[in-house]
């Protein structure tokens, strides 16, 4: 089993930075696939960023370039650097880990952007 833990998330004005973190209640490197996922007001949840065990990531169309994930093995944790922040990216933010054969989820973390 897999516990997840987010934080970061907040107010910020479009063109500002944030970064989100997770830690994870077990050692990243024995996770198959950490990732971040968003889910806007009305819309679907979507896949933002993920890495596997082998460091690969992939990102959405809409954040590559802007947005970085990476982890920190010693803390056991995943981040999502967030550059260049649209009102378009608001959205509660899920942390996500494939461990095994099952899927976990962090509670969520708000991520507003302003004008």
């Known amino acids: 089993q897999v516990q997840l833990v987010e934080s970061g998330g907040g107010l910020v004005q479009a063109g500002g930075s944030l970064r989100l973190s997770c830690v994870a209640s077990r050692s990243i490197s024995s996770i198959n696939v950490m990732a971040w996922y968003r889910q806007a007001p009305g819309k679907q949840r979507e896949l933002v960023a993920a890495m596997n065990s082998g460091g690969s990531t992939n990102y959405a169309d809409s954040v590559k370039g802007r947005f970085t994930i990476s982890t920190e093995d010693a803390k056991n944790t995943v981040y999502l650097q967030m550059n260049s922040l649209k009102p378009e990216d608001t959205a509660v933010y899920y942390c996500?880990?494939?461990?095994?054969?099952?899927?976990?989820w962090g509670q969520g973390t708000q991520v507003t952007v302003s004008l």
């Open positions: 996500f880990a494939n461990y095994i054969v099952k899927y976990y």
